[in-house]
């Protein structure tokens, strides 16, 4: 099993995969990613994720229950590149 990181940053490159910001995973253990300067992969990473917003459910941070509140997310707007490749 392998917990993944994603990152999407200015419409066009992503990044994926096992590695972490830190001392021993960029030099001691063999942690790994991808990284892809792509704006067409890019927006269909973004389309997935608009879609697993859409099907997901909030299960922390609610009133009462003593959580921090997660970020805040504008489940609708998709990015330039997102929309350009969904048309």
């Known amino acids: 099993m392998m917990h993944a990181k994603?990152?999407?940053v200015d419409?066009?490159?992503?990044?994926?995969?096992?590695?972490n910001f830190d001392y021993l995973s960029?030099?001691?253990?063999?942690e790994g990613c991808l990284i892809a300067d792509d704006r067409p992969f890019a927006a269909a990473?973004?389309?997935?994720?608009?879609?697993d917003l859409r099907r997901s459910r909030q299960v922390a941070g609610r009133r009462?229950?003593?959580?921090?509140?997660g970020p805040t997310l504008d489940r609708t707007e998709l990015?330039?590149?997102a929309r350009a490749a969904a048309t």
């Not at 009462?64 to 509140?69: E, N």
Request: glycine fraction near 10%; proline fraction near 3%; charge should be negative.
């Open 64 to 69: 009462g229950d003593g959580a921090r509140p």
């Open 11 to 19: 419409d066009r490159l992503v990044v994926v995969g096992s590695i």
């Open 45 to 51: 990473l973004e389309r997935t994720w608009q879609e």
């Open 6 to 8: 994603t990152i999407l």
């Open 79 to 81: 990015s330039e590149s």
């Open 26 to 30: 960029m030099e001691l253990l063999e």
